[in-house]
C-alpha cells in the first residue's frame, strides 16, 4: 500500500524519483507559489531505489528550465506531466551543459563569491555530476556544491 | 475527495490545522531523522482555516518540547499521535511560558545576536502572540521574528 500514500492528481506535475531527502531542497528550487497545492513524500518505498523522495504540485506544469534545475539535486528523477488524470509528459531530468544561477561556487576566493553576480557553472561530467566553475575554473562534485 | 489526498498512517504523529504555507517551517522545527517517513501537505482544503498545511511523520511519537515549539508558527496546530491507526492522543499546541533557542531577536543591536549564545524569550501575549526578548526587552509580533 505504500506507493498509493500520496492520491493521483487531477492536473500537474509529479516528480519521482527524487533521493531521499532530497525533496526539500527540490522545493527551495521549484519555489512554488503561495497558492500552489503541494505534496511532498520522504523516504517513500521505491522498487528502484529503496527509499525515495517525491514531489506533486496540482495545477501547473513545470517548465524545461526549472525541470533541468531539479536534475542538479535529483539526477536521475522522472518529471510526469498530469492533465485529467493522463499521464501527458514523462521525461528524466537532464542536467544542462551550463548552469546559471542555482549554484553557489565552493572556492570562497572565486569573484562570484566575492561580488554581487550570477554564477556560471559548465558541466564536465553528468555521472558522477562534475561542474567547472567559469569564473575560477575549478572543478567541483556536484556534493561539494551548495545548490539553491 | 480533498481530505483523502494523504492516507492514514500506522504509527506516528500527524500535525494538522498548520496555517498554509507554513509545513516547511514546522518540518525545519521537528528536524526529522533521516530514517523518518514524512509527508507534507502545502495548501490543502480545510473546513475550518478555507486552506491550510498538513504534516505526518510515521513511526515517531514528537515530544511535548517539539511540540510546543511547533506553536510558534502554528499557533492553533493539532498534534495527533496514531497507534495501530488510533488515535490515542490529540492536543492542540501550546506555546510555552518561555522559550529558548528556537527564536531569534529581531533587534540587530541585541546582544544575543552580538555573542554566540542561545535566545531567551518571555510570552507576554498569546493572541496575538508576542514576545519579549529576555535581554533586550524588546516585545516582538510572532511575524516579526525569524524562528528556526
Given at each position: ?23 526539500l ?22 522498487k528502484?531505489f ?16 526549472v525541470v533541468?534545475?531539479i ?11 498530469i492533465?485529467?488524470y ?5 521525461r ?5 551543459d ?12 572565486c ?7 550570477d554564477?556560471?557553472?559548465i ?22 556544491l551548495?545548490?539553491?
Amino acid at each position: 500500500m505504500k506507493h498509493l500514500k500520496v492520491d493521483p492528481i487531477k492536473e500537474g506535475t509529479v516528480i519521482d524519483h527524487i533521493p531521499a531527502n532530497r525533496a526539500l531542497q527540490v522545493i527551495n528550487i521549484i519555489n512554488p507559489d503561495k497558492e500552489d497545492i503541494v505534496t511532498v513524500g520522504i523516504n517513500f518505498s521505491s522498487k528502484k531505489f529503496g527509499r525515495k523522495d517525491i514531489v506533486k504540485i496540482e495545477g501547473r506544469e513545470l517548465s524545461p528550465t526549472v525541470v533541468n534545475s531539479i536534475a542538479l539535486v535529483a539526477p536521475h528523477a522522472n518529471v510526469i506531466i498530469i492533465r485529467d488524470y493522463e499521464v501527458v509528459n514523462k521525461r528524466l531530468v537532464q542536467i544542462p551543459d551550463e548552469i546559471y544561477k542555482s549554484v553557489i561556487c565552493g572556492n570562497p576566493k572565486c569573484v562570484s563569491n566575492a561580488e554581487q553576480m550570477d554564477t556560471h557553472f559548465i558541466t564536465v561530467s553528468r555521472n558522477p555530476v562534475m561542474l567547472r566553475c567559469h569564473y575560477c575554473e575549478r572543478v567541483f562534485h556536484i556534493d561539494e556544491l551548495r545548490v539553491e
